[in-house]
């Protein structure tokens, strides 16, 4: 079973920045995949971005490519999100999620969830 703990969310300025974090603990990631979702009130969740542990690919939804980037520490087992040029619609709750791909993330294993909100 594998845990999940988000942090780093808060409330930033457009244009602002911030940092999430998604600690793993729990099993051994070193083929695993972890992601961030990320779901605003009345509104489908939504994929942002995605990170194979071995190799570092990298994926990104269409709305936050170029903002932000998603990075991880294997040694800490810990998955970060860097955003930047935050817009008011990046408001939402921000979910961490595992799998053993990219493809099945959105049924994996996943965080209670941090709230990025962001004044405009």
């Known amino acids: 079973q594998v845990q999940l703990v988000e942090s780093g969310g808060g409330l930033v300025q457009a244009g602002g920045s911030l940092r999430l974090s998604c600690a793993a603990s729990?099993?051994?990631?070193?083929?695993?995949?972890m992601g961030w979702f990320r779901q605003a009130p009345g509104k489908e969740r939504e994929f942002v971005a995605a990170?194979?542990?071995?190799?570092?690919?990298?994926y990104y939804g269409d709305s936050v490519k170029g903002r932000f980037t998603i990075s991880r520490d294997n040694a800490k087992n810990t998955v970060y999100l860097q955003m930047n040029s935050l817009k008011p619609e990046d408001t939402a709750v921000y979910y961490c999620?595992?799998?053993?791909?990219?493809?099945?993330?959105?049924?994996?294993?996943w965080g209670q969830g941090t709230q990025v909100t962001v004044s405009s």
């Open positions: 999620a595992a799998s053993t791909r990219v493809a099945t993330l959105s049924t994996g294993s």
């Open positions: 729990g099993r051994t990631f070193s083929s695993y995949a």
């Open positions: 990170i194979y542990w071995s190799g570092g690919s990298t």
